[in-house]
Structures are given as structure tokens and as C-alpha cells.
């Protein structure tokens, strides 16, 4: 018989049913991981670490971070009976050294089981408007965060031959979007970097995963939105700041509203929980299944040309039937989410 701790769902593309322990051989199954989670006071972090935290059969002890602790108000209501139970808050700031060391020299024996890299800021606009300063600093938080986290836990995981590194990436790690040129190159340097780290963990029994959401509805699109509408374009010439405004920013809002995910979609069982505990969690996983179509742009035709000559012609060419087709797809989500609302209120599963 398994152990209470043990969890046999069947995860997308496996073939069998693998209890979740089996992730870390050698260890006492039953003793719940320990989770360490970056950017826990809103959005994705926060609704994972109240999923652990929460979870029913206490697999996990979770170590919510946060870089501002002022802002610990939303998670502790949101944790609710799990603070101080299963849910720790602690500060970090994954741009300061000494703030990680600290966080984690903190945690008994430096243990940690599983490491989610969530922290990361966005920035959109045209590059002619944005300082190479404020450039450096989403590479800062999103590249050199993510690597910074990795260094100070790696070599803790490789001597216990275990561990799992999960790095929020997204879509953007995949495939550029217009006008988001930075934070997709900060997506795509962790994505490179992982790519390369990956095999090594893995002769150490480490494992790696990027999760790569499309839009997800936080605070991280109202934050771009609100640096977008107090930005000066006087530095891009009138079509550039034209297309960024007029086209960009509609389009980009009808992407969220459309096919936009909440942070508990992300956190849900099948989503980020059920990768972290697979018995061999992938490498890769996309969360938005109506999103992918478009990154399979780029792998059906190396050349780049369909990915690109596509979204040409869907930004320049054929806006109003994007938009037509958006507004379609989000009535048959909203369809699909009543649904599934009432077949719970008939109690099925
Ligand atoms: N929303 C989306 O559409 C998508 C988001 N993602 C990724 O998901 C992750 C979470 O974003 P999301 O939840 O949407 O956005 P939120 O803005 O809601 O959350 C971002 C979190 O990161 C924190 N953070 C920023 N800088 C630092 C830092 N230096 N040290 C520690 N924490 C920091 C923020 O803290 P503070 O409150 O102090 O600013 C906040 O807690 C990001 O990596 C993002 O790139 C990926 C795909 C899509
Ligand atoms: C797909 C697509 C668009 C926008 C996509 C957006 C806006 C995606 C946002 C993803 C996010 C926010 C990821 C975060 O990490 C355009 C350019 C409007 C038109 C062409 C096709």
C-alpha cells in the first residue's frame, strides 16, 4: 500500500502510475518537502505557495518569500490556518546575495527539497524609450535572480542527490512577442540557461522543470499597463509609438482577456503541483493549451518564416479576424468554466 504522502494521479504523457516519493529515493517518504518559493506576495506565487501550503495531504512545508515583508497581508489571509503551520513567510530578495544567503542559512541543515523560482518583473514598450539601466534590470531580477537562487541551493541538492529546481519562465521563453523585446530575452537566457544545466542535475539526481504560462491575470500585466501609460514615447518616432499604443496595447489586453489563466489555474493539481511532485517531472511544460499552437509555430519550420510571417499577418493583416476569433474562444472558455463550476456544485468530480 502506498503511503498517505504518496500520490498516484496518472500525469499527462505517462504511461503508468508512479507514487510521487519515489522522487527522492533513500529519504523518509513521509516526511513532508520542504518548498522554497521566490515572489510569494502576489499573483503565481502566492497561489502556489496556499496550494502547498494547503495541500490535504501535507506533503509539503512551504517557505513563501517575499522581498518586501510589509506586503505579507494578502498571503497570510490567503494561507488562512496554514501560517506558522505549513506556510512560513521569510524575506528575500533575489537580487541581493546577502538577503538569499541569510533566507536560506536560516532554513535547518539548508534543506531544501524544492526550489520555485517565481519572482520576475515584466517590460513592454519600444527599446528607443527604455533606458539600458532599466533594461539591466529585469535581467537583473528575471536572469540573474533565477541564477543567483540556483547557486546558493544547488550544491546542497547535488551532495544530497536530490532535489527539484522549477523556474517560472513563460511562453516568451519560447518565442518573442513585439514589444516585449527584454523580458523575452531575460525568458529566453534562463530558458538557455537551464537548458544547459539541466543534464548535469540530473547525474545528481536533480531534477529541473520550466514552466511556461502564457497570459496569466495578476499584477504583473496592471504593472506593465500602468509603466506603459505613464511612459514617455517622445523617443520612438510616431509609427512606433503608434503601433505600440494603438495596436500593441489592444491587442495585448484582448490576448489576457481571452486567453488569460487566474493563479490558481497555474497552481492547480494537473498544472504546477502535478509537475513538481511527477516521478520524473519534464524538462519542459506549457500551461495554456490554447496558447500552444502558437509556440509550435517555431518548431513546425525552422527557418523562422511561418512564426513569423503568422504573427505579421495577424498584428498588420488580419487584425478584426484575430480579434473575432478571440472574443469566440473566450465565450467557449466561459462556457467550459460554468460548466465545470456546476458539475462541482453536483458534487461529481
Ligand atoms: N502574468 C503573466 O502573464 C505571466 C507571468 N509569468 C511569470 O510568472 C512569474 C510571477 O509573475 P506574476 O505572478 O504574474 O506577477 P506578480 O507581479 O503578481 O508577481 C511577481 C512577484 O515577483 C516579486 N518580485 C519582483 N522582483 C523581486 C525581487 N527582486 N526579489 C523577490 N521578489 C521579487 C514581486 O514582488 P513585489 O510585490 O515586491 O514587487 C511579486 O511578488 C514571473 O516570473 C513572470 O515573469 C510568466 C508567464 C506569464
Ligand atoms: C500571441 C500574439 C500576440 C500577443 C501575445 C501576448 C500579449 C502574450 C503575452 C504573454 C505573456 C504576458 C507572458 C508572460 O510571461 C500579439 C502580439 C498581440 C499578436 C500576435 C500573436
Not at 291 to 318: I, S
Amino acid at each position: 500500500m502506498l503511503s498517505p504522502h504518496c500520490d498516484t494521479r496518472q500525469l499527462p504523457g505517462e504511461g503508468q502510475l508512479i507514487p510521487w516519493c519515489q522522487h527522492s529515493p533513500g529519504l523518509d517518504p513521509m516526511a513532508p518537502k520542504t518548498v522554497l518559493i521566490t515572489g510569494c506576495s502576489s499573483g503565481i506565487g502566492l497561489a502556489l505557495a496556499v496550494k502547498m501550503a494547503r495541500d490535504k495531504q501535507k506533503r509539503f512545508k512551504v517557505i513563501a518569500t517575499m522581498r518586501n515583508l510589509a506586503k505579507r497581508g494578502s498571503l497570510e489571509v490567503a494561507a488562512g490556518a496554514a501560517l506558522h503551520k505549513t506556510l512560513e513567510i521569510r524575506q528575500l530578495d533575489v537580487c541581493d546575495e546577502r538577503s538569499i544567503r541569510s533566507c536560506i542559512t536560516g532554513i535547518p541543515n539548508r534543506h531544501v527539497d524544492i526550489l520555485i523560482n517565481n519572482a520576475g518583473v515584466g517590460m513592454i514598450g519600444p527599446i528607443e524609450c527604455q533606458t539600458i539601466e532599466e533594461m539591466k534590470g529585469v535581467m537583473e531580477t528575471n536572469f540573474f535572480g533565477v541564477v543567483r537562487m540556483i547557486k546558493e541551493v544547488l550544491p546542497d541538492m547535488k551532495k544530497r542527490r536530490s532535489g527539484h529546481i522549477v523556474v517560472i519562465s513563460s511562453v516568451m521563453g519560447l518565442q518573442g512577442i513585439m514589444f516585449n523585446d527584454i523580458y523575452t530575452a531575460s525568458k529566453f537566457a534562463v530558458e538557455g540557461f537551464c537548458e544547459s544545466l539541466v543534464i548535469q542535475a540530473l547525474k545528481f539526481n536533480v531534477f529541473v522543470s520550466l514552466i511556461e504560462p502564457g497570459p496569466v491575470v495578476t499584477e504583473f500585466e496592471m504593472k506593465v499597463y500602468e509603466d506603459a501609460e505613464n511612459s514617455d514615447y517622445s523617443m520612438a518616432d510616431p509609427e512606433t509609438a503608434d503601433m505600440f499604443t494603438n495596436l500593441y496595447l489592444k491587442n495585448s489586453k484582448a490576448i489576457f482577456s481571452s486567453l488569460g489563466q487566474t493563479p490558481n489555474e497555474i497552481a492547480e493539481v494537473k498544472e504546477l503541483v502535478g509537475v513538481i511532485c511527477a516521478a520524473k517531472p519534464p524538462f519542459r511544460h506549457q500551461t495554456n493549451a490554447v496558447y500552444t499552437p502558437m509556440t509550435a509555430l517555431k518548431h513546425a519550420d525552422p527557418t523562422g518564416a511561418l512564426m513569423t510571417d503568422t504573427f505579421y499577418k495577424m498584428v498588420f493583416k488580419y487584425d478584426t479576424l484575430m480579434h473575432v476569433s478571440l472574443k469566440a474562444i473566450k465565450l467557449i472558455r466561459w462556457q467550459a468554466r460554468k460548466m465545470k463550476q456546476g458539475v462541482k456544485m453536483l458534487g461529481f468530480k
